[in-house]
Nanobody, 124 residues
Framework: QVQLVESGGGLVQAGGSLRLSCEFS????????IAWFRQAPGKEREFVAG????????WYADSVKGRFTIDRANAKNTVSLQMNTLNPEDTAIYYC?????????????????WGQGTQVTVYS
């Protein structure tokens, strides 16, 4: 059974940085595309960033382009999300998700497996 465990969330001042990690287990990691989504209070869950099976292609939401970087390490079964220049609008629970195939990397329905999430709070 595939399991995803996020870590690295926390409280940070606006302008600061955090690095989230997603640890994958229970399957062949290199067979899965991985994405990060987030959900802010009172809002729908939204796509943040994604990477294909080998990390050769990446995708980002417009709101995080140039500030966030997704990176996968297949040898370690992990995907990280480096978040720089954070602002209060980035406050949300961040989820890691995995899929063996996708029609749209941006669509949460694509992903069969989800982690429990990690809280990121940015204060001004």
């Amino acid at each position: 059974q595939v399991q995803l465990v996020e870590s690295g969330g926390g409280l940070v001042q606006a302008g600061g940085s955090l690095r989230l990690s997603c640890e994958f287990s229970g399957g062949t990691f290199s067979s899965y595309g991985i994405a990060w989504f987030r959900q802010a209070p009172g809002k729908e869950r939204e796509f943040v960033a994604g990477t294909d099976w080998i990390g050769g292609r990446t995708w980002y939401a417009d709101s995080v382009k140039g500030r966030f970087t997704i990176d996968r390490a297949n040898a370690k079964n992990t995907v990280s999300l480096q978040m720089n220049t954070l602002n209060p609008e980035d406050t949300a629970i961040y989820y890691c998700a995995a899929a063996t195939s996708w029609t749209s990397v941006y669509n949460e329905g694509t992903y069969a497996y989800w982690g429990q999430g990690t809280q990121v709070t940015v204060y001004s």
